[in-house]
């Protein structure tokens, strides 16, 4: 497929020096209702720059940021737009892949040892403490979101290389987490927990023996619900991907037909099953929905470039672009009081961060 996202299917090999930093850093661009931003060490050429992933409540925007020397770290920006940038404990490469309410942040790292390089993952807190999130016995542990009460969720790699969902309680405990339905050993096999909302709730995908993916939720009561949108494909890696849930219960991410082209879907409490497409897409992805039932995700154009959409609560699609010259507008969150994140790429091929 042609599209840019956060893929859980594949693990990344990351490495960076230890840093913590805080500093504030200038504006690139800023228009009425857009706001561009670099974190202060971000590298300005070909695959360098700065990747906001999530966005919480107070309108706090964490990701990462690619500098100079192509070394990856974390970085927070608040409302006010002051930068905290730092690095997991013990890791190199600190990639951020969710912050929830009380400023506590879940990401990823590389951890090296004698049997080779391992993704580990890792809970900062909101002081700046980091602790390692790791599921015993497993080789990598790739943690994706956390919730308000500081409920981690994630997936990680046995010493098969077989994949399971986990979910990390605050307290530190452990739960694996397997769809009864999926099957390791084939594409796209195992269970992928993406998303857990503030009721402990958890959604992600799974593969099948036929290497199909299917969608499932699963409750705080452990009762799984498997699901798949209407018009997704029964080819090998075609299926239903899961991303996000918010409190609702509502949740969000891709189908990929036959074609295989991606399409966009929402499935709401009851069960119900929304497909959408932006007119004319190549194809397109849900990334993220809050609790007032408004989505944001991107689309390819015919001449495959990224672009923005907005799903509001009627289910009207507006599609957009940031306001300044730029080759790809890929927006990653959305908050309750309707603030997006994400990036989009420079004419150098650079990334740098947004804020509408």
């Known amino acids: 497929m042609t599209f840019t996202s956060r893929s859980s299917h594949t693990w990344k090999a990351l490495s960076v020096a230890i840093a913590v930093l805080c500093c504030t850093a200038p504006l690139a661009a800023q228009t009425p209702g857009f706001t561009s931003f670099d974190a202060p060490h971000a590298g300005m050429l070909n695959n360098q720059g700065t990747i906001p992933t999530k966005i919480n409540a107070v ?96 997936w ?26 999926a099957v390791s050993g084939k594409p796209d096999s195992g269970t992928f927990v993406t998303a857990i909302d503030n009721s402990g709730t958890v959604a992600g995908h799974y593969g099948d023996s036929a290497g199909v993916v299917h969608g499932f939720v699963l409750d705080q009561f452990g009762s799984f619900t498997n699901f798949d949108a209407p018009d997704a494909g029964t080819c090998i890696g075609c299926g239903t991907i899961s991303l996000t ?53 991107q689309w390819t154009t015919t001449q495959n470039i990224a672009r923005g959409f907005v799903r509001d609560s009627s289910g009207v699609l507006s599609s957009f672009s940031v306001p300044v010259v730029n080759f790809g507008t890929i927006p990653n969150d959305i908050n309750d009081s309707g603030q997006i994140t994400g990036f989009y790429i420079d004419d150098n091929g650079a990334n740098h961060g947004f804020l509408q």
């Open 245 to 297: 849930i918010d409190d609702l219960g509502e949740v969000t991410g891709y189908y990929v037909d036959n074609s295989p082209v991606a399409h966009a879907f929402l499935r709401d409490n009851l069960g119900n099953i929304t497909e959408f497409s932006v007119p004319n897409a190549r194809e397109t992805v849900g990334e993220s929905t809050n609790n007032l039932n408004k989505s944001v995700g």
């Open 156 to 181: 990680y790699g046995d010493a098969d290389n077989a994949i399971h969902g986990f979910v990390r309680d605050a307290k530190g405990n452990y739960t694996s987490v397997d769809d009864p339905d």
């Open 59 to 154: 309108g706090t925007a964490a990701g990462y940021y690619i500098d100079a020397g192509y070394k990856i770290h974390g970085f927070l920006r608040t409302v006010a737009g002051t930068f905290t940038e730092f690095d997991a404990t013990g890791l190199s490469n600190t990639v951020v892949s969710a912050i929830n309410s009380q400023g506590q942040v879940v990401g990823n790292g590389n951890h090296v040892t004698a049997r080779g390089n391992y993704v580990h993952g890792y809970l900062r807190f909101a002081t700046g403490r980091c602790v390692q999130i790791n599921f015993l016995g497993a080789n990598s542990t790739l943690p994706l979101a956390i919730n308000g009460g500081g409920e981690v969720a994630g």
